[in-house]
């Protein structure tokens, strides 16, 4: 947003902007290898225990030996974008200014391909840093539509995402998300709205419908992330792309009957749809 070579002053542009000067000066810290390591360690207690918060995750630290505050671990999750997947206070409370809107899956048989698709957005460890991993996925054959990996978490990825999977495979009749800001940005919320779909939000930290999606990420991590390391975001990239061109056409679900996503995707679609 500042041009550091426009005629503008620096002061001036940042008054324009209504942000303080010394934010422009502002040179933001990597995260120290210690935090690294911790929130790597925090991932895998989430994905191992979903509904522990912060109080819950340190005394579970401190049982394996590792001395973290409730409020630093809380500092790290808010990082990550992770919550306890539990009923909690305030759970109305949305970002500043983002409308929420209300869940649409309750009840709902869900057996047609492009019926719900559901989109979500996980922290994604690296050797010496960390990225975002954003993903839409049919709910009915749990076939990964489309996804990204970012370095930062922002609606532009999660709008970026839907449209590719808008682009290849049509619109569903409803996008169903969580109450990330990502999702609850007009960016993206125009972006669904703008197609016909219905916006379904789950409640901050409901399990719901999101489950199959929880375990998208438990296996992309487990049988792929987390025996990596990778050491460049070009290299998640590759590798994550690889991962989920595997899951869709050669990981068979017991859920699935074990056909693989593609094949239920592929035989859950409307009849019309098939013909043409």
């Not at 810290?29 to 912060?54: C, I, K, N, T, Y």
């Not at 939000?201 to 438990?218: K, Q, S, T």
Request: proline fraction near 4%.
């Amino acid at each position: 947003m500042i041009d550091r070579d426009h005629e503008l002053s620096i002061t001036r542009q940042a008054q324009l902007l209504n942000i303080s000067r010394g934010t422009v000066y502002y040179l933001p810290q990597p995260v120290s290898p210690a935090d690294l390591a911790l929130m790597r360690r925090l991932d895998e207690l989430h994905l191992e225990h979903p509904f522990m918060g912060a109080r819950m995750l340190r005394d579970q630290l401190g049982r394996q030996g590792i001395r973290a505050g409730r409020r630093h671990i809380r500092t790290l999750m808010i990082r990550m974008g992770i919550e306890a997947l539990a009923p909690q206070p305030g759970t109305s409370k949305a970002a500043p200014g983002h409308k929420i809107y209300p869940y649409l899956l309750r009840n709902l048989t869900i057996r047609r391909s492009n019926q719900v698709w559901a989109l979500d957005t996980t922290y994604m460890a690296m050797a010496r840093g960390f990225v975002y991993l954003t993903a839409v996925v049919d709910v009915a054959s749990r076939r990964v539509l489309a996804h990204k990996v970012a370095i930062t978490l922002e609606a532009v990825h999660a709008k970026e995402v839907l449209e590719q999977a808008f682009a290849q495979y049509g619109v569903p009749e409803i996008v169903n998300t969580d109450q990330g800001s990502q999702f609850t940005a007009e960016e993206f919320t125009n972006a669904v709205l703008a197609k016909g779909c219905k916006l379904s939000m789950d409640g901050r930290g409901a399990w719901r419908d999101n489950v199959f999606v929880e375990r998208l990420w438990r296996s992309v991590k487990y049988e792929r992330v987390y025996l990596k390391a990778y050491e460049s975001v070009s290299a998640a990239r590759a590798d994550i792309a690889d991962y989920m061109s595997w899951y869709n056409t050669q990981r068979p679900h017991s859920s699935l009957e074990r056909l693989t996503p593609h094949q239920k995707y592929l035989t859950a679609l409307p009849k019309f749809k098939q013909a043409a």
